[in-house]
């Protein structure tokens, strides 16, 4: 039964049981054993294990909560062992995981599940989470010989956060952008941090203005060039969409990969580019509920 549930801090020696209960997760495995020893010594939150029975006889689950920045959570690597599911455990770990976010002063908790997924929708739901983005994978291939981007600089953040100020498509994702499977806010600090890491493009129109932005982010340990968010006039999007690529191919990328938004003319606009669904044509749904601060009364932002 859940009721004799612990949820504890993982341990090293809890690999063994986690390798157990992700084997069957995916026809493919899991990427939790991958990123367990990462995990473990994340100081930006912490890594979580139920124990089921009165000592602790056996580790049933195990969940991550991190704090992308110290108001916003993100609750990920939810695994139940198949043996013990339908017994209340995600449930109890979901309402572990909002209690300690609001508890280290969390304003809003996020997670991001599969579009087919209906029990984790019912029980997200219950728990007050609201369904905020739907989003679809899409992949394109490095272009060699492309025409490179223009990347923006720190002194081109007065126009880079005015663009994205008035953006329409940042105000209908609700501020969020995505990078590795991670949604959080585009804060005007999170902007200006793009812009010295050299991690925002940009295509201008005749007269000089932004016609596009978009951000990136190069990940050597996976090889894959993530775009995190794109706006513009739909022409320009495109145009930059292949630049991208193009910059892929510069820096050794495998694939260009982007989270693209239910948003039809984005979606053709990065077709245009050469980019379409990859191996995983599903959808991820984002969720998030709002915390008040010392009180039951949360609401949905």
């Keep these: 039964m859940a009721g004799e549930l612990t949820i504890r801090p993982a341990r090293p020696d809890d690999r063994l049981a986690v390798e157990r209960i992700c084997a069957q997760t995916w026809d493919w495995g899991d990427y939790v054993p991958e990123v367990w020893d990462d995990w473990l010594t994340d100081e930006r939150g912490v890594l979580l294990v139920g124990e089921l029975g009165a000592t602790g006889e056996r580790v049933v689950a195990l969940s991550k909560i991190t704090f992308h920045s110290p108001d916003q959570v993100w609750l990920q690597g939810m695994r139940v062992d198949p043996g013990y599911r339908r017994r209340g455990i995600a449930g109890r770990f979901l309402d572990y995981g909002i209690a300690h976010a609001r508890k280290h002063g969390a304003r809003v908790v996020r ?84 812009l010295a890491a050299g991690q925002v493009v940009a295509q201008f129109s005749p007269a000089g203005g932004l016609a596009a932005l978009a951000l990136i982010r190069f990940d050597p340990d996976d090889e894959t060039l993530w775009v995190g968010f794109a706006d513009g006039h739909p022409p320009a999007v495109t145009v930059l969409a292949m630049a991208i690529r193009a910059h892929a191919a510069q820096v050794g990328a495998q694939k260009a990969w982007v989270m693209l938004p239910d948003v039809a003319w984005l979606r053709e606009s990065f077709r245009a580019a050469g980019y379409d669904f990859g191996d995983w044509d599903g959808e991820l749904w984002i969720f998030e509920r709002w915390l008040a601060q010392n009180s039951e009364d949360d609401h949905d932002g």
């Design 111 to 194: 997670l991001g599940t599969g579009g087919h997924n209906t029990p984790v929708h019912n029980m997200v739901a219950r728990a007050g989470m609201v369904r905020v983005g739907n989003y679809v994978l899409w992949i394109a291939e490095p272009l060699p010989d492309g025409s490179l981007p223009t990347f923006l600089t720190p002194d081109d953040a007065p126009r880079a956060q005015a663009f994205l100020k008035s953006s329409p498509l940042l105000a209908y994702t609700r501020v969020l952008y995505s990078f590795d499977w991670v949604w959080q806010e585009l804060s005007a600090e999170r902007v200006t941090h793009f």
